[in-house]
C-alpha cells in the first residue's frame, strides 16, 4: 500500500512480465512511465 503523501516511481505494462513465456517478454509494451508523481511517458 502507498500511503498518502508518499510518492511511487511506477512502470505499467501491457502485460505480466511474471505471466508470459520467457521468449516473450521482449515483446512487453510499456504503456506508461510515473516519476516523482508525474507522468513521463504515457502510450
Not at 501491457?14 to 504503456?31: A, M
Given at each position: 500500500?502507498?500511503?498518502?503523501?508518499?510518492?511511487?516511481?511506477?512502470?505499467?505494462?501491457?502485460?505480466?512480465?511474471l505471466k508470459v513465456?520467457?521468449?516473450?517478454?521482449?515483446?512487453?509494451?510499456?504503456?506508461?512511465?510515473?516519476?516523482?508523481?508525474?507522468?513521463?511517458?504515457?502510450?
Amino acid at each position: 500500500m502507498i500511503k498518502q503523501i508518499k510518492i511511487a516511481d511506477l512502470v505499467m505494462l501491457d502485460k505480466n512480465p511474471l505471466k508470459v513465456r520467457r521468449e516473450d517478454i521482449k515483446d512487453i509494451i510499456v504503456l506508461e512511465t510515473i516519476k516523482n508523481g508525474e507522468t513521463v511517458f504515457k502510450r
